[in-house]
């Protein structure tokens, strides 16, 4: 049971990742699309926490030095060289996507309104990571899935920079004064 719901957690959270960063290519800032994006937001971070909780009760007895050893034996597999740091890069993961969660729920005026670049380098930091955990550290179903997915997952981060840097967004939501735009 805890192989299935570490697994499926985590591809529930890259669900919700996917349907954030179509949705934002589709709609952009658009109030109604901020609204629900958030909500999927969210829902994909708590995905992601019971995610990094299932594998650390069912895989690392709620150890990080186990967590560390897993990662770099996974690594040493994979790519010949111990590392077991890399786990730090899952840990920043979670940071950021509750980060931005956060700041989606508290301020969402300036959320809307980031510089392009910013969100485009926590979307790309977060799909180069879901390709890495869902396609190098994965075989299989995961893998084969993983694969479409996280590229899609990266080309779509991608054109939200280009479509952001050639239009000059993050567009400004409040331009009609209207203070409910900064309520959630």
């Given at each position: 049971?805890?192989?299935?719901?570490?697994?499926?957690?985590?591809?529930?959270?890259?669900?919700?990742?996917?349907?954030?960063?179509?949705?934002?290519?589709?709609?952009?800032?658009?109030?109604?699309?901020?609204?629900?994006?958030?909500?999927?937001?969210?829902?994909?971070?708590?995905?992601?926490?019971?995610?990094v909780a299932c594998a650390f009760h069912f895989y690392h007895d709620w150890s990080h030095a186990k967590a560390l050893a897993s990662t770099?034996?996974?690594?040493?597999?994979?790519?010949?060289?111990?590392?077991?740091?890399?786990?730090?890069?899952?840990?920043?993961?979670?940071?950021?996507?509750?980060?931005?969660?956060?700041?989606?729920?508290?301020?969402?005026?300036?959320?809307?309104?980031?510089?392009?670049?910013?969100?485009?380098?926590?979307?790309?930091?977060?799909?180069?990571?879901?390709?890495?955990?869902?396609?190098?550290?994965?075989?299989?179903?995961?893998?084969?899935?993983?694969?479409?997915?996280?590229?899609?997952?990266?080309i779509a981060a991608c054109a939200l920079l280009a479509r952001d840097c050639r239009t000059g967004l993050p567009t400004r939501p409040n331009?009609?004064?209207?203070?409910?735009?900064?309520?959630?």
């Amino acid at each position: 049971m805890g192989e299935v719901l570490t697994h499926w957690t985590i591809r529930l959270a890259l669900v919700c990742l996917a349907m954030r960063l179509a949705g934002q290519l589709h709609w952009g800032n658009a109030l109604p699309w901020f609204r629900w994006s958030r909500v999927i937001w969210t829902i994909g971070c708590v995905f992601f926490l019971l995610h990094v909780a299932c594998a650390f009760h069912f895989y690392h007895d709620w150890s990080h030095a186990k967590a560390l050893a897993s990662t770099a034996e996974k690594t040493h597999a994979l790519l010949g060289v111990r590392f077991g740091e890399g786990i730090y890069f899952s840990y920043l993961f979670a940071l950021l996507w509750i980060g931005d969660v956060l700041w989606q729920w508290v301020w969402p005026l300036s959320y809307r309104q980031r510089l392009p670049w910013l969100a485009a380098s926590v979307l790309g930091y977060m799909a180069f990571i879901a390709f890495n955990g869902a396609v190098v550290f994965e075989g299989g179903v995961t893998r084969w899935v993983g694969i479409p997915v996280t590229l899609g997952l990266l080309i779509a981060a991608c054109a939200l920079l280009a479509r952001d840097c050639r239009t000059g967004l993050p567009t400004r939501p409040n331009e009609s004064g209207d203070p409910s735009y900064d309520r959630p």
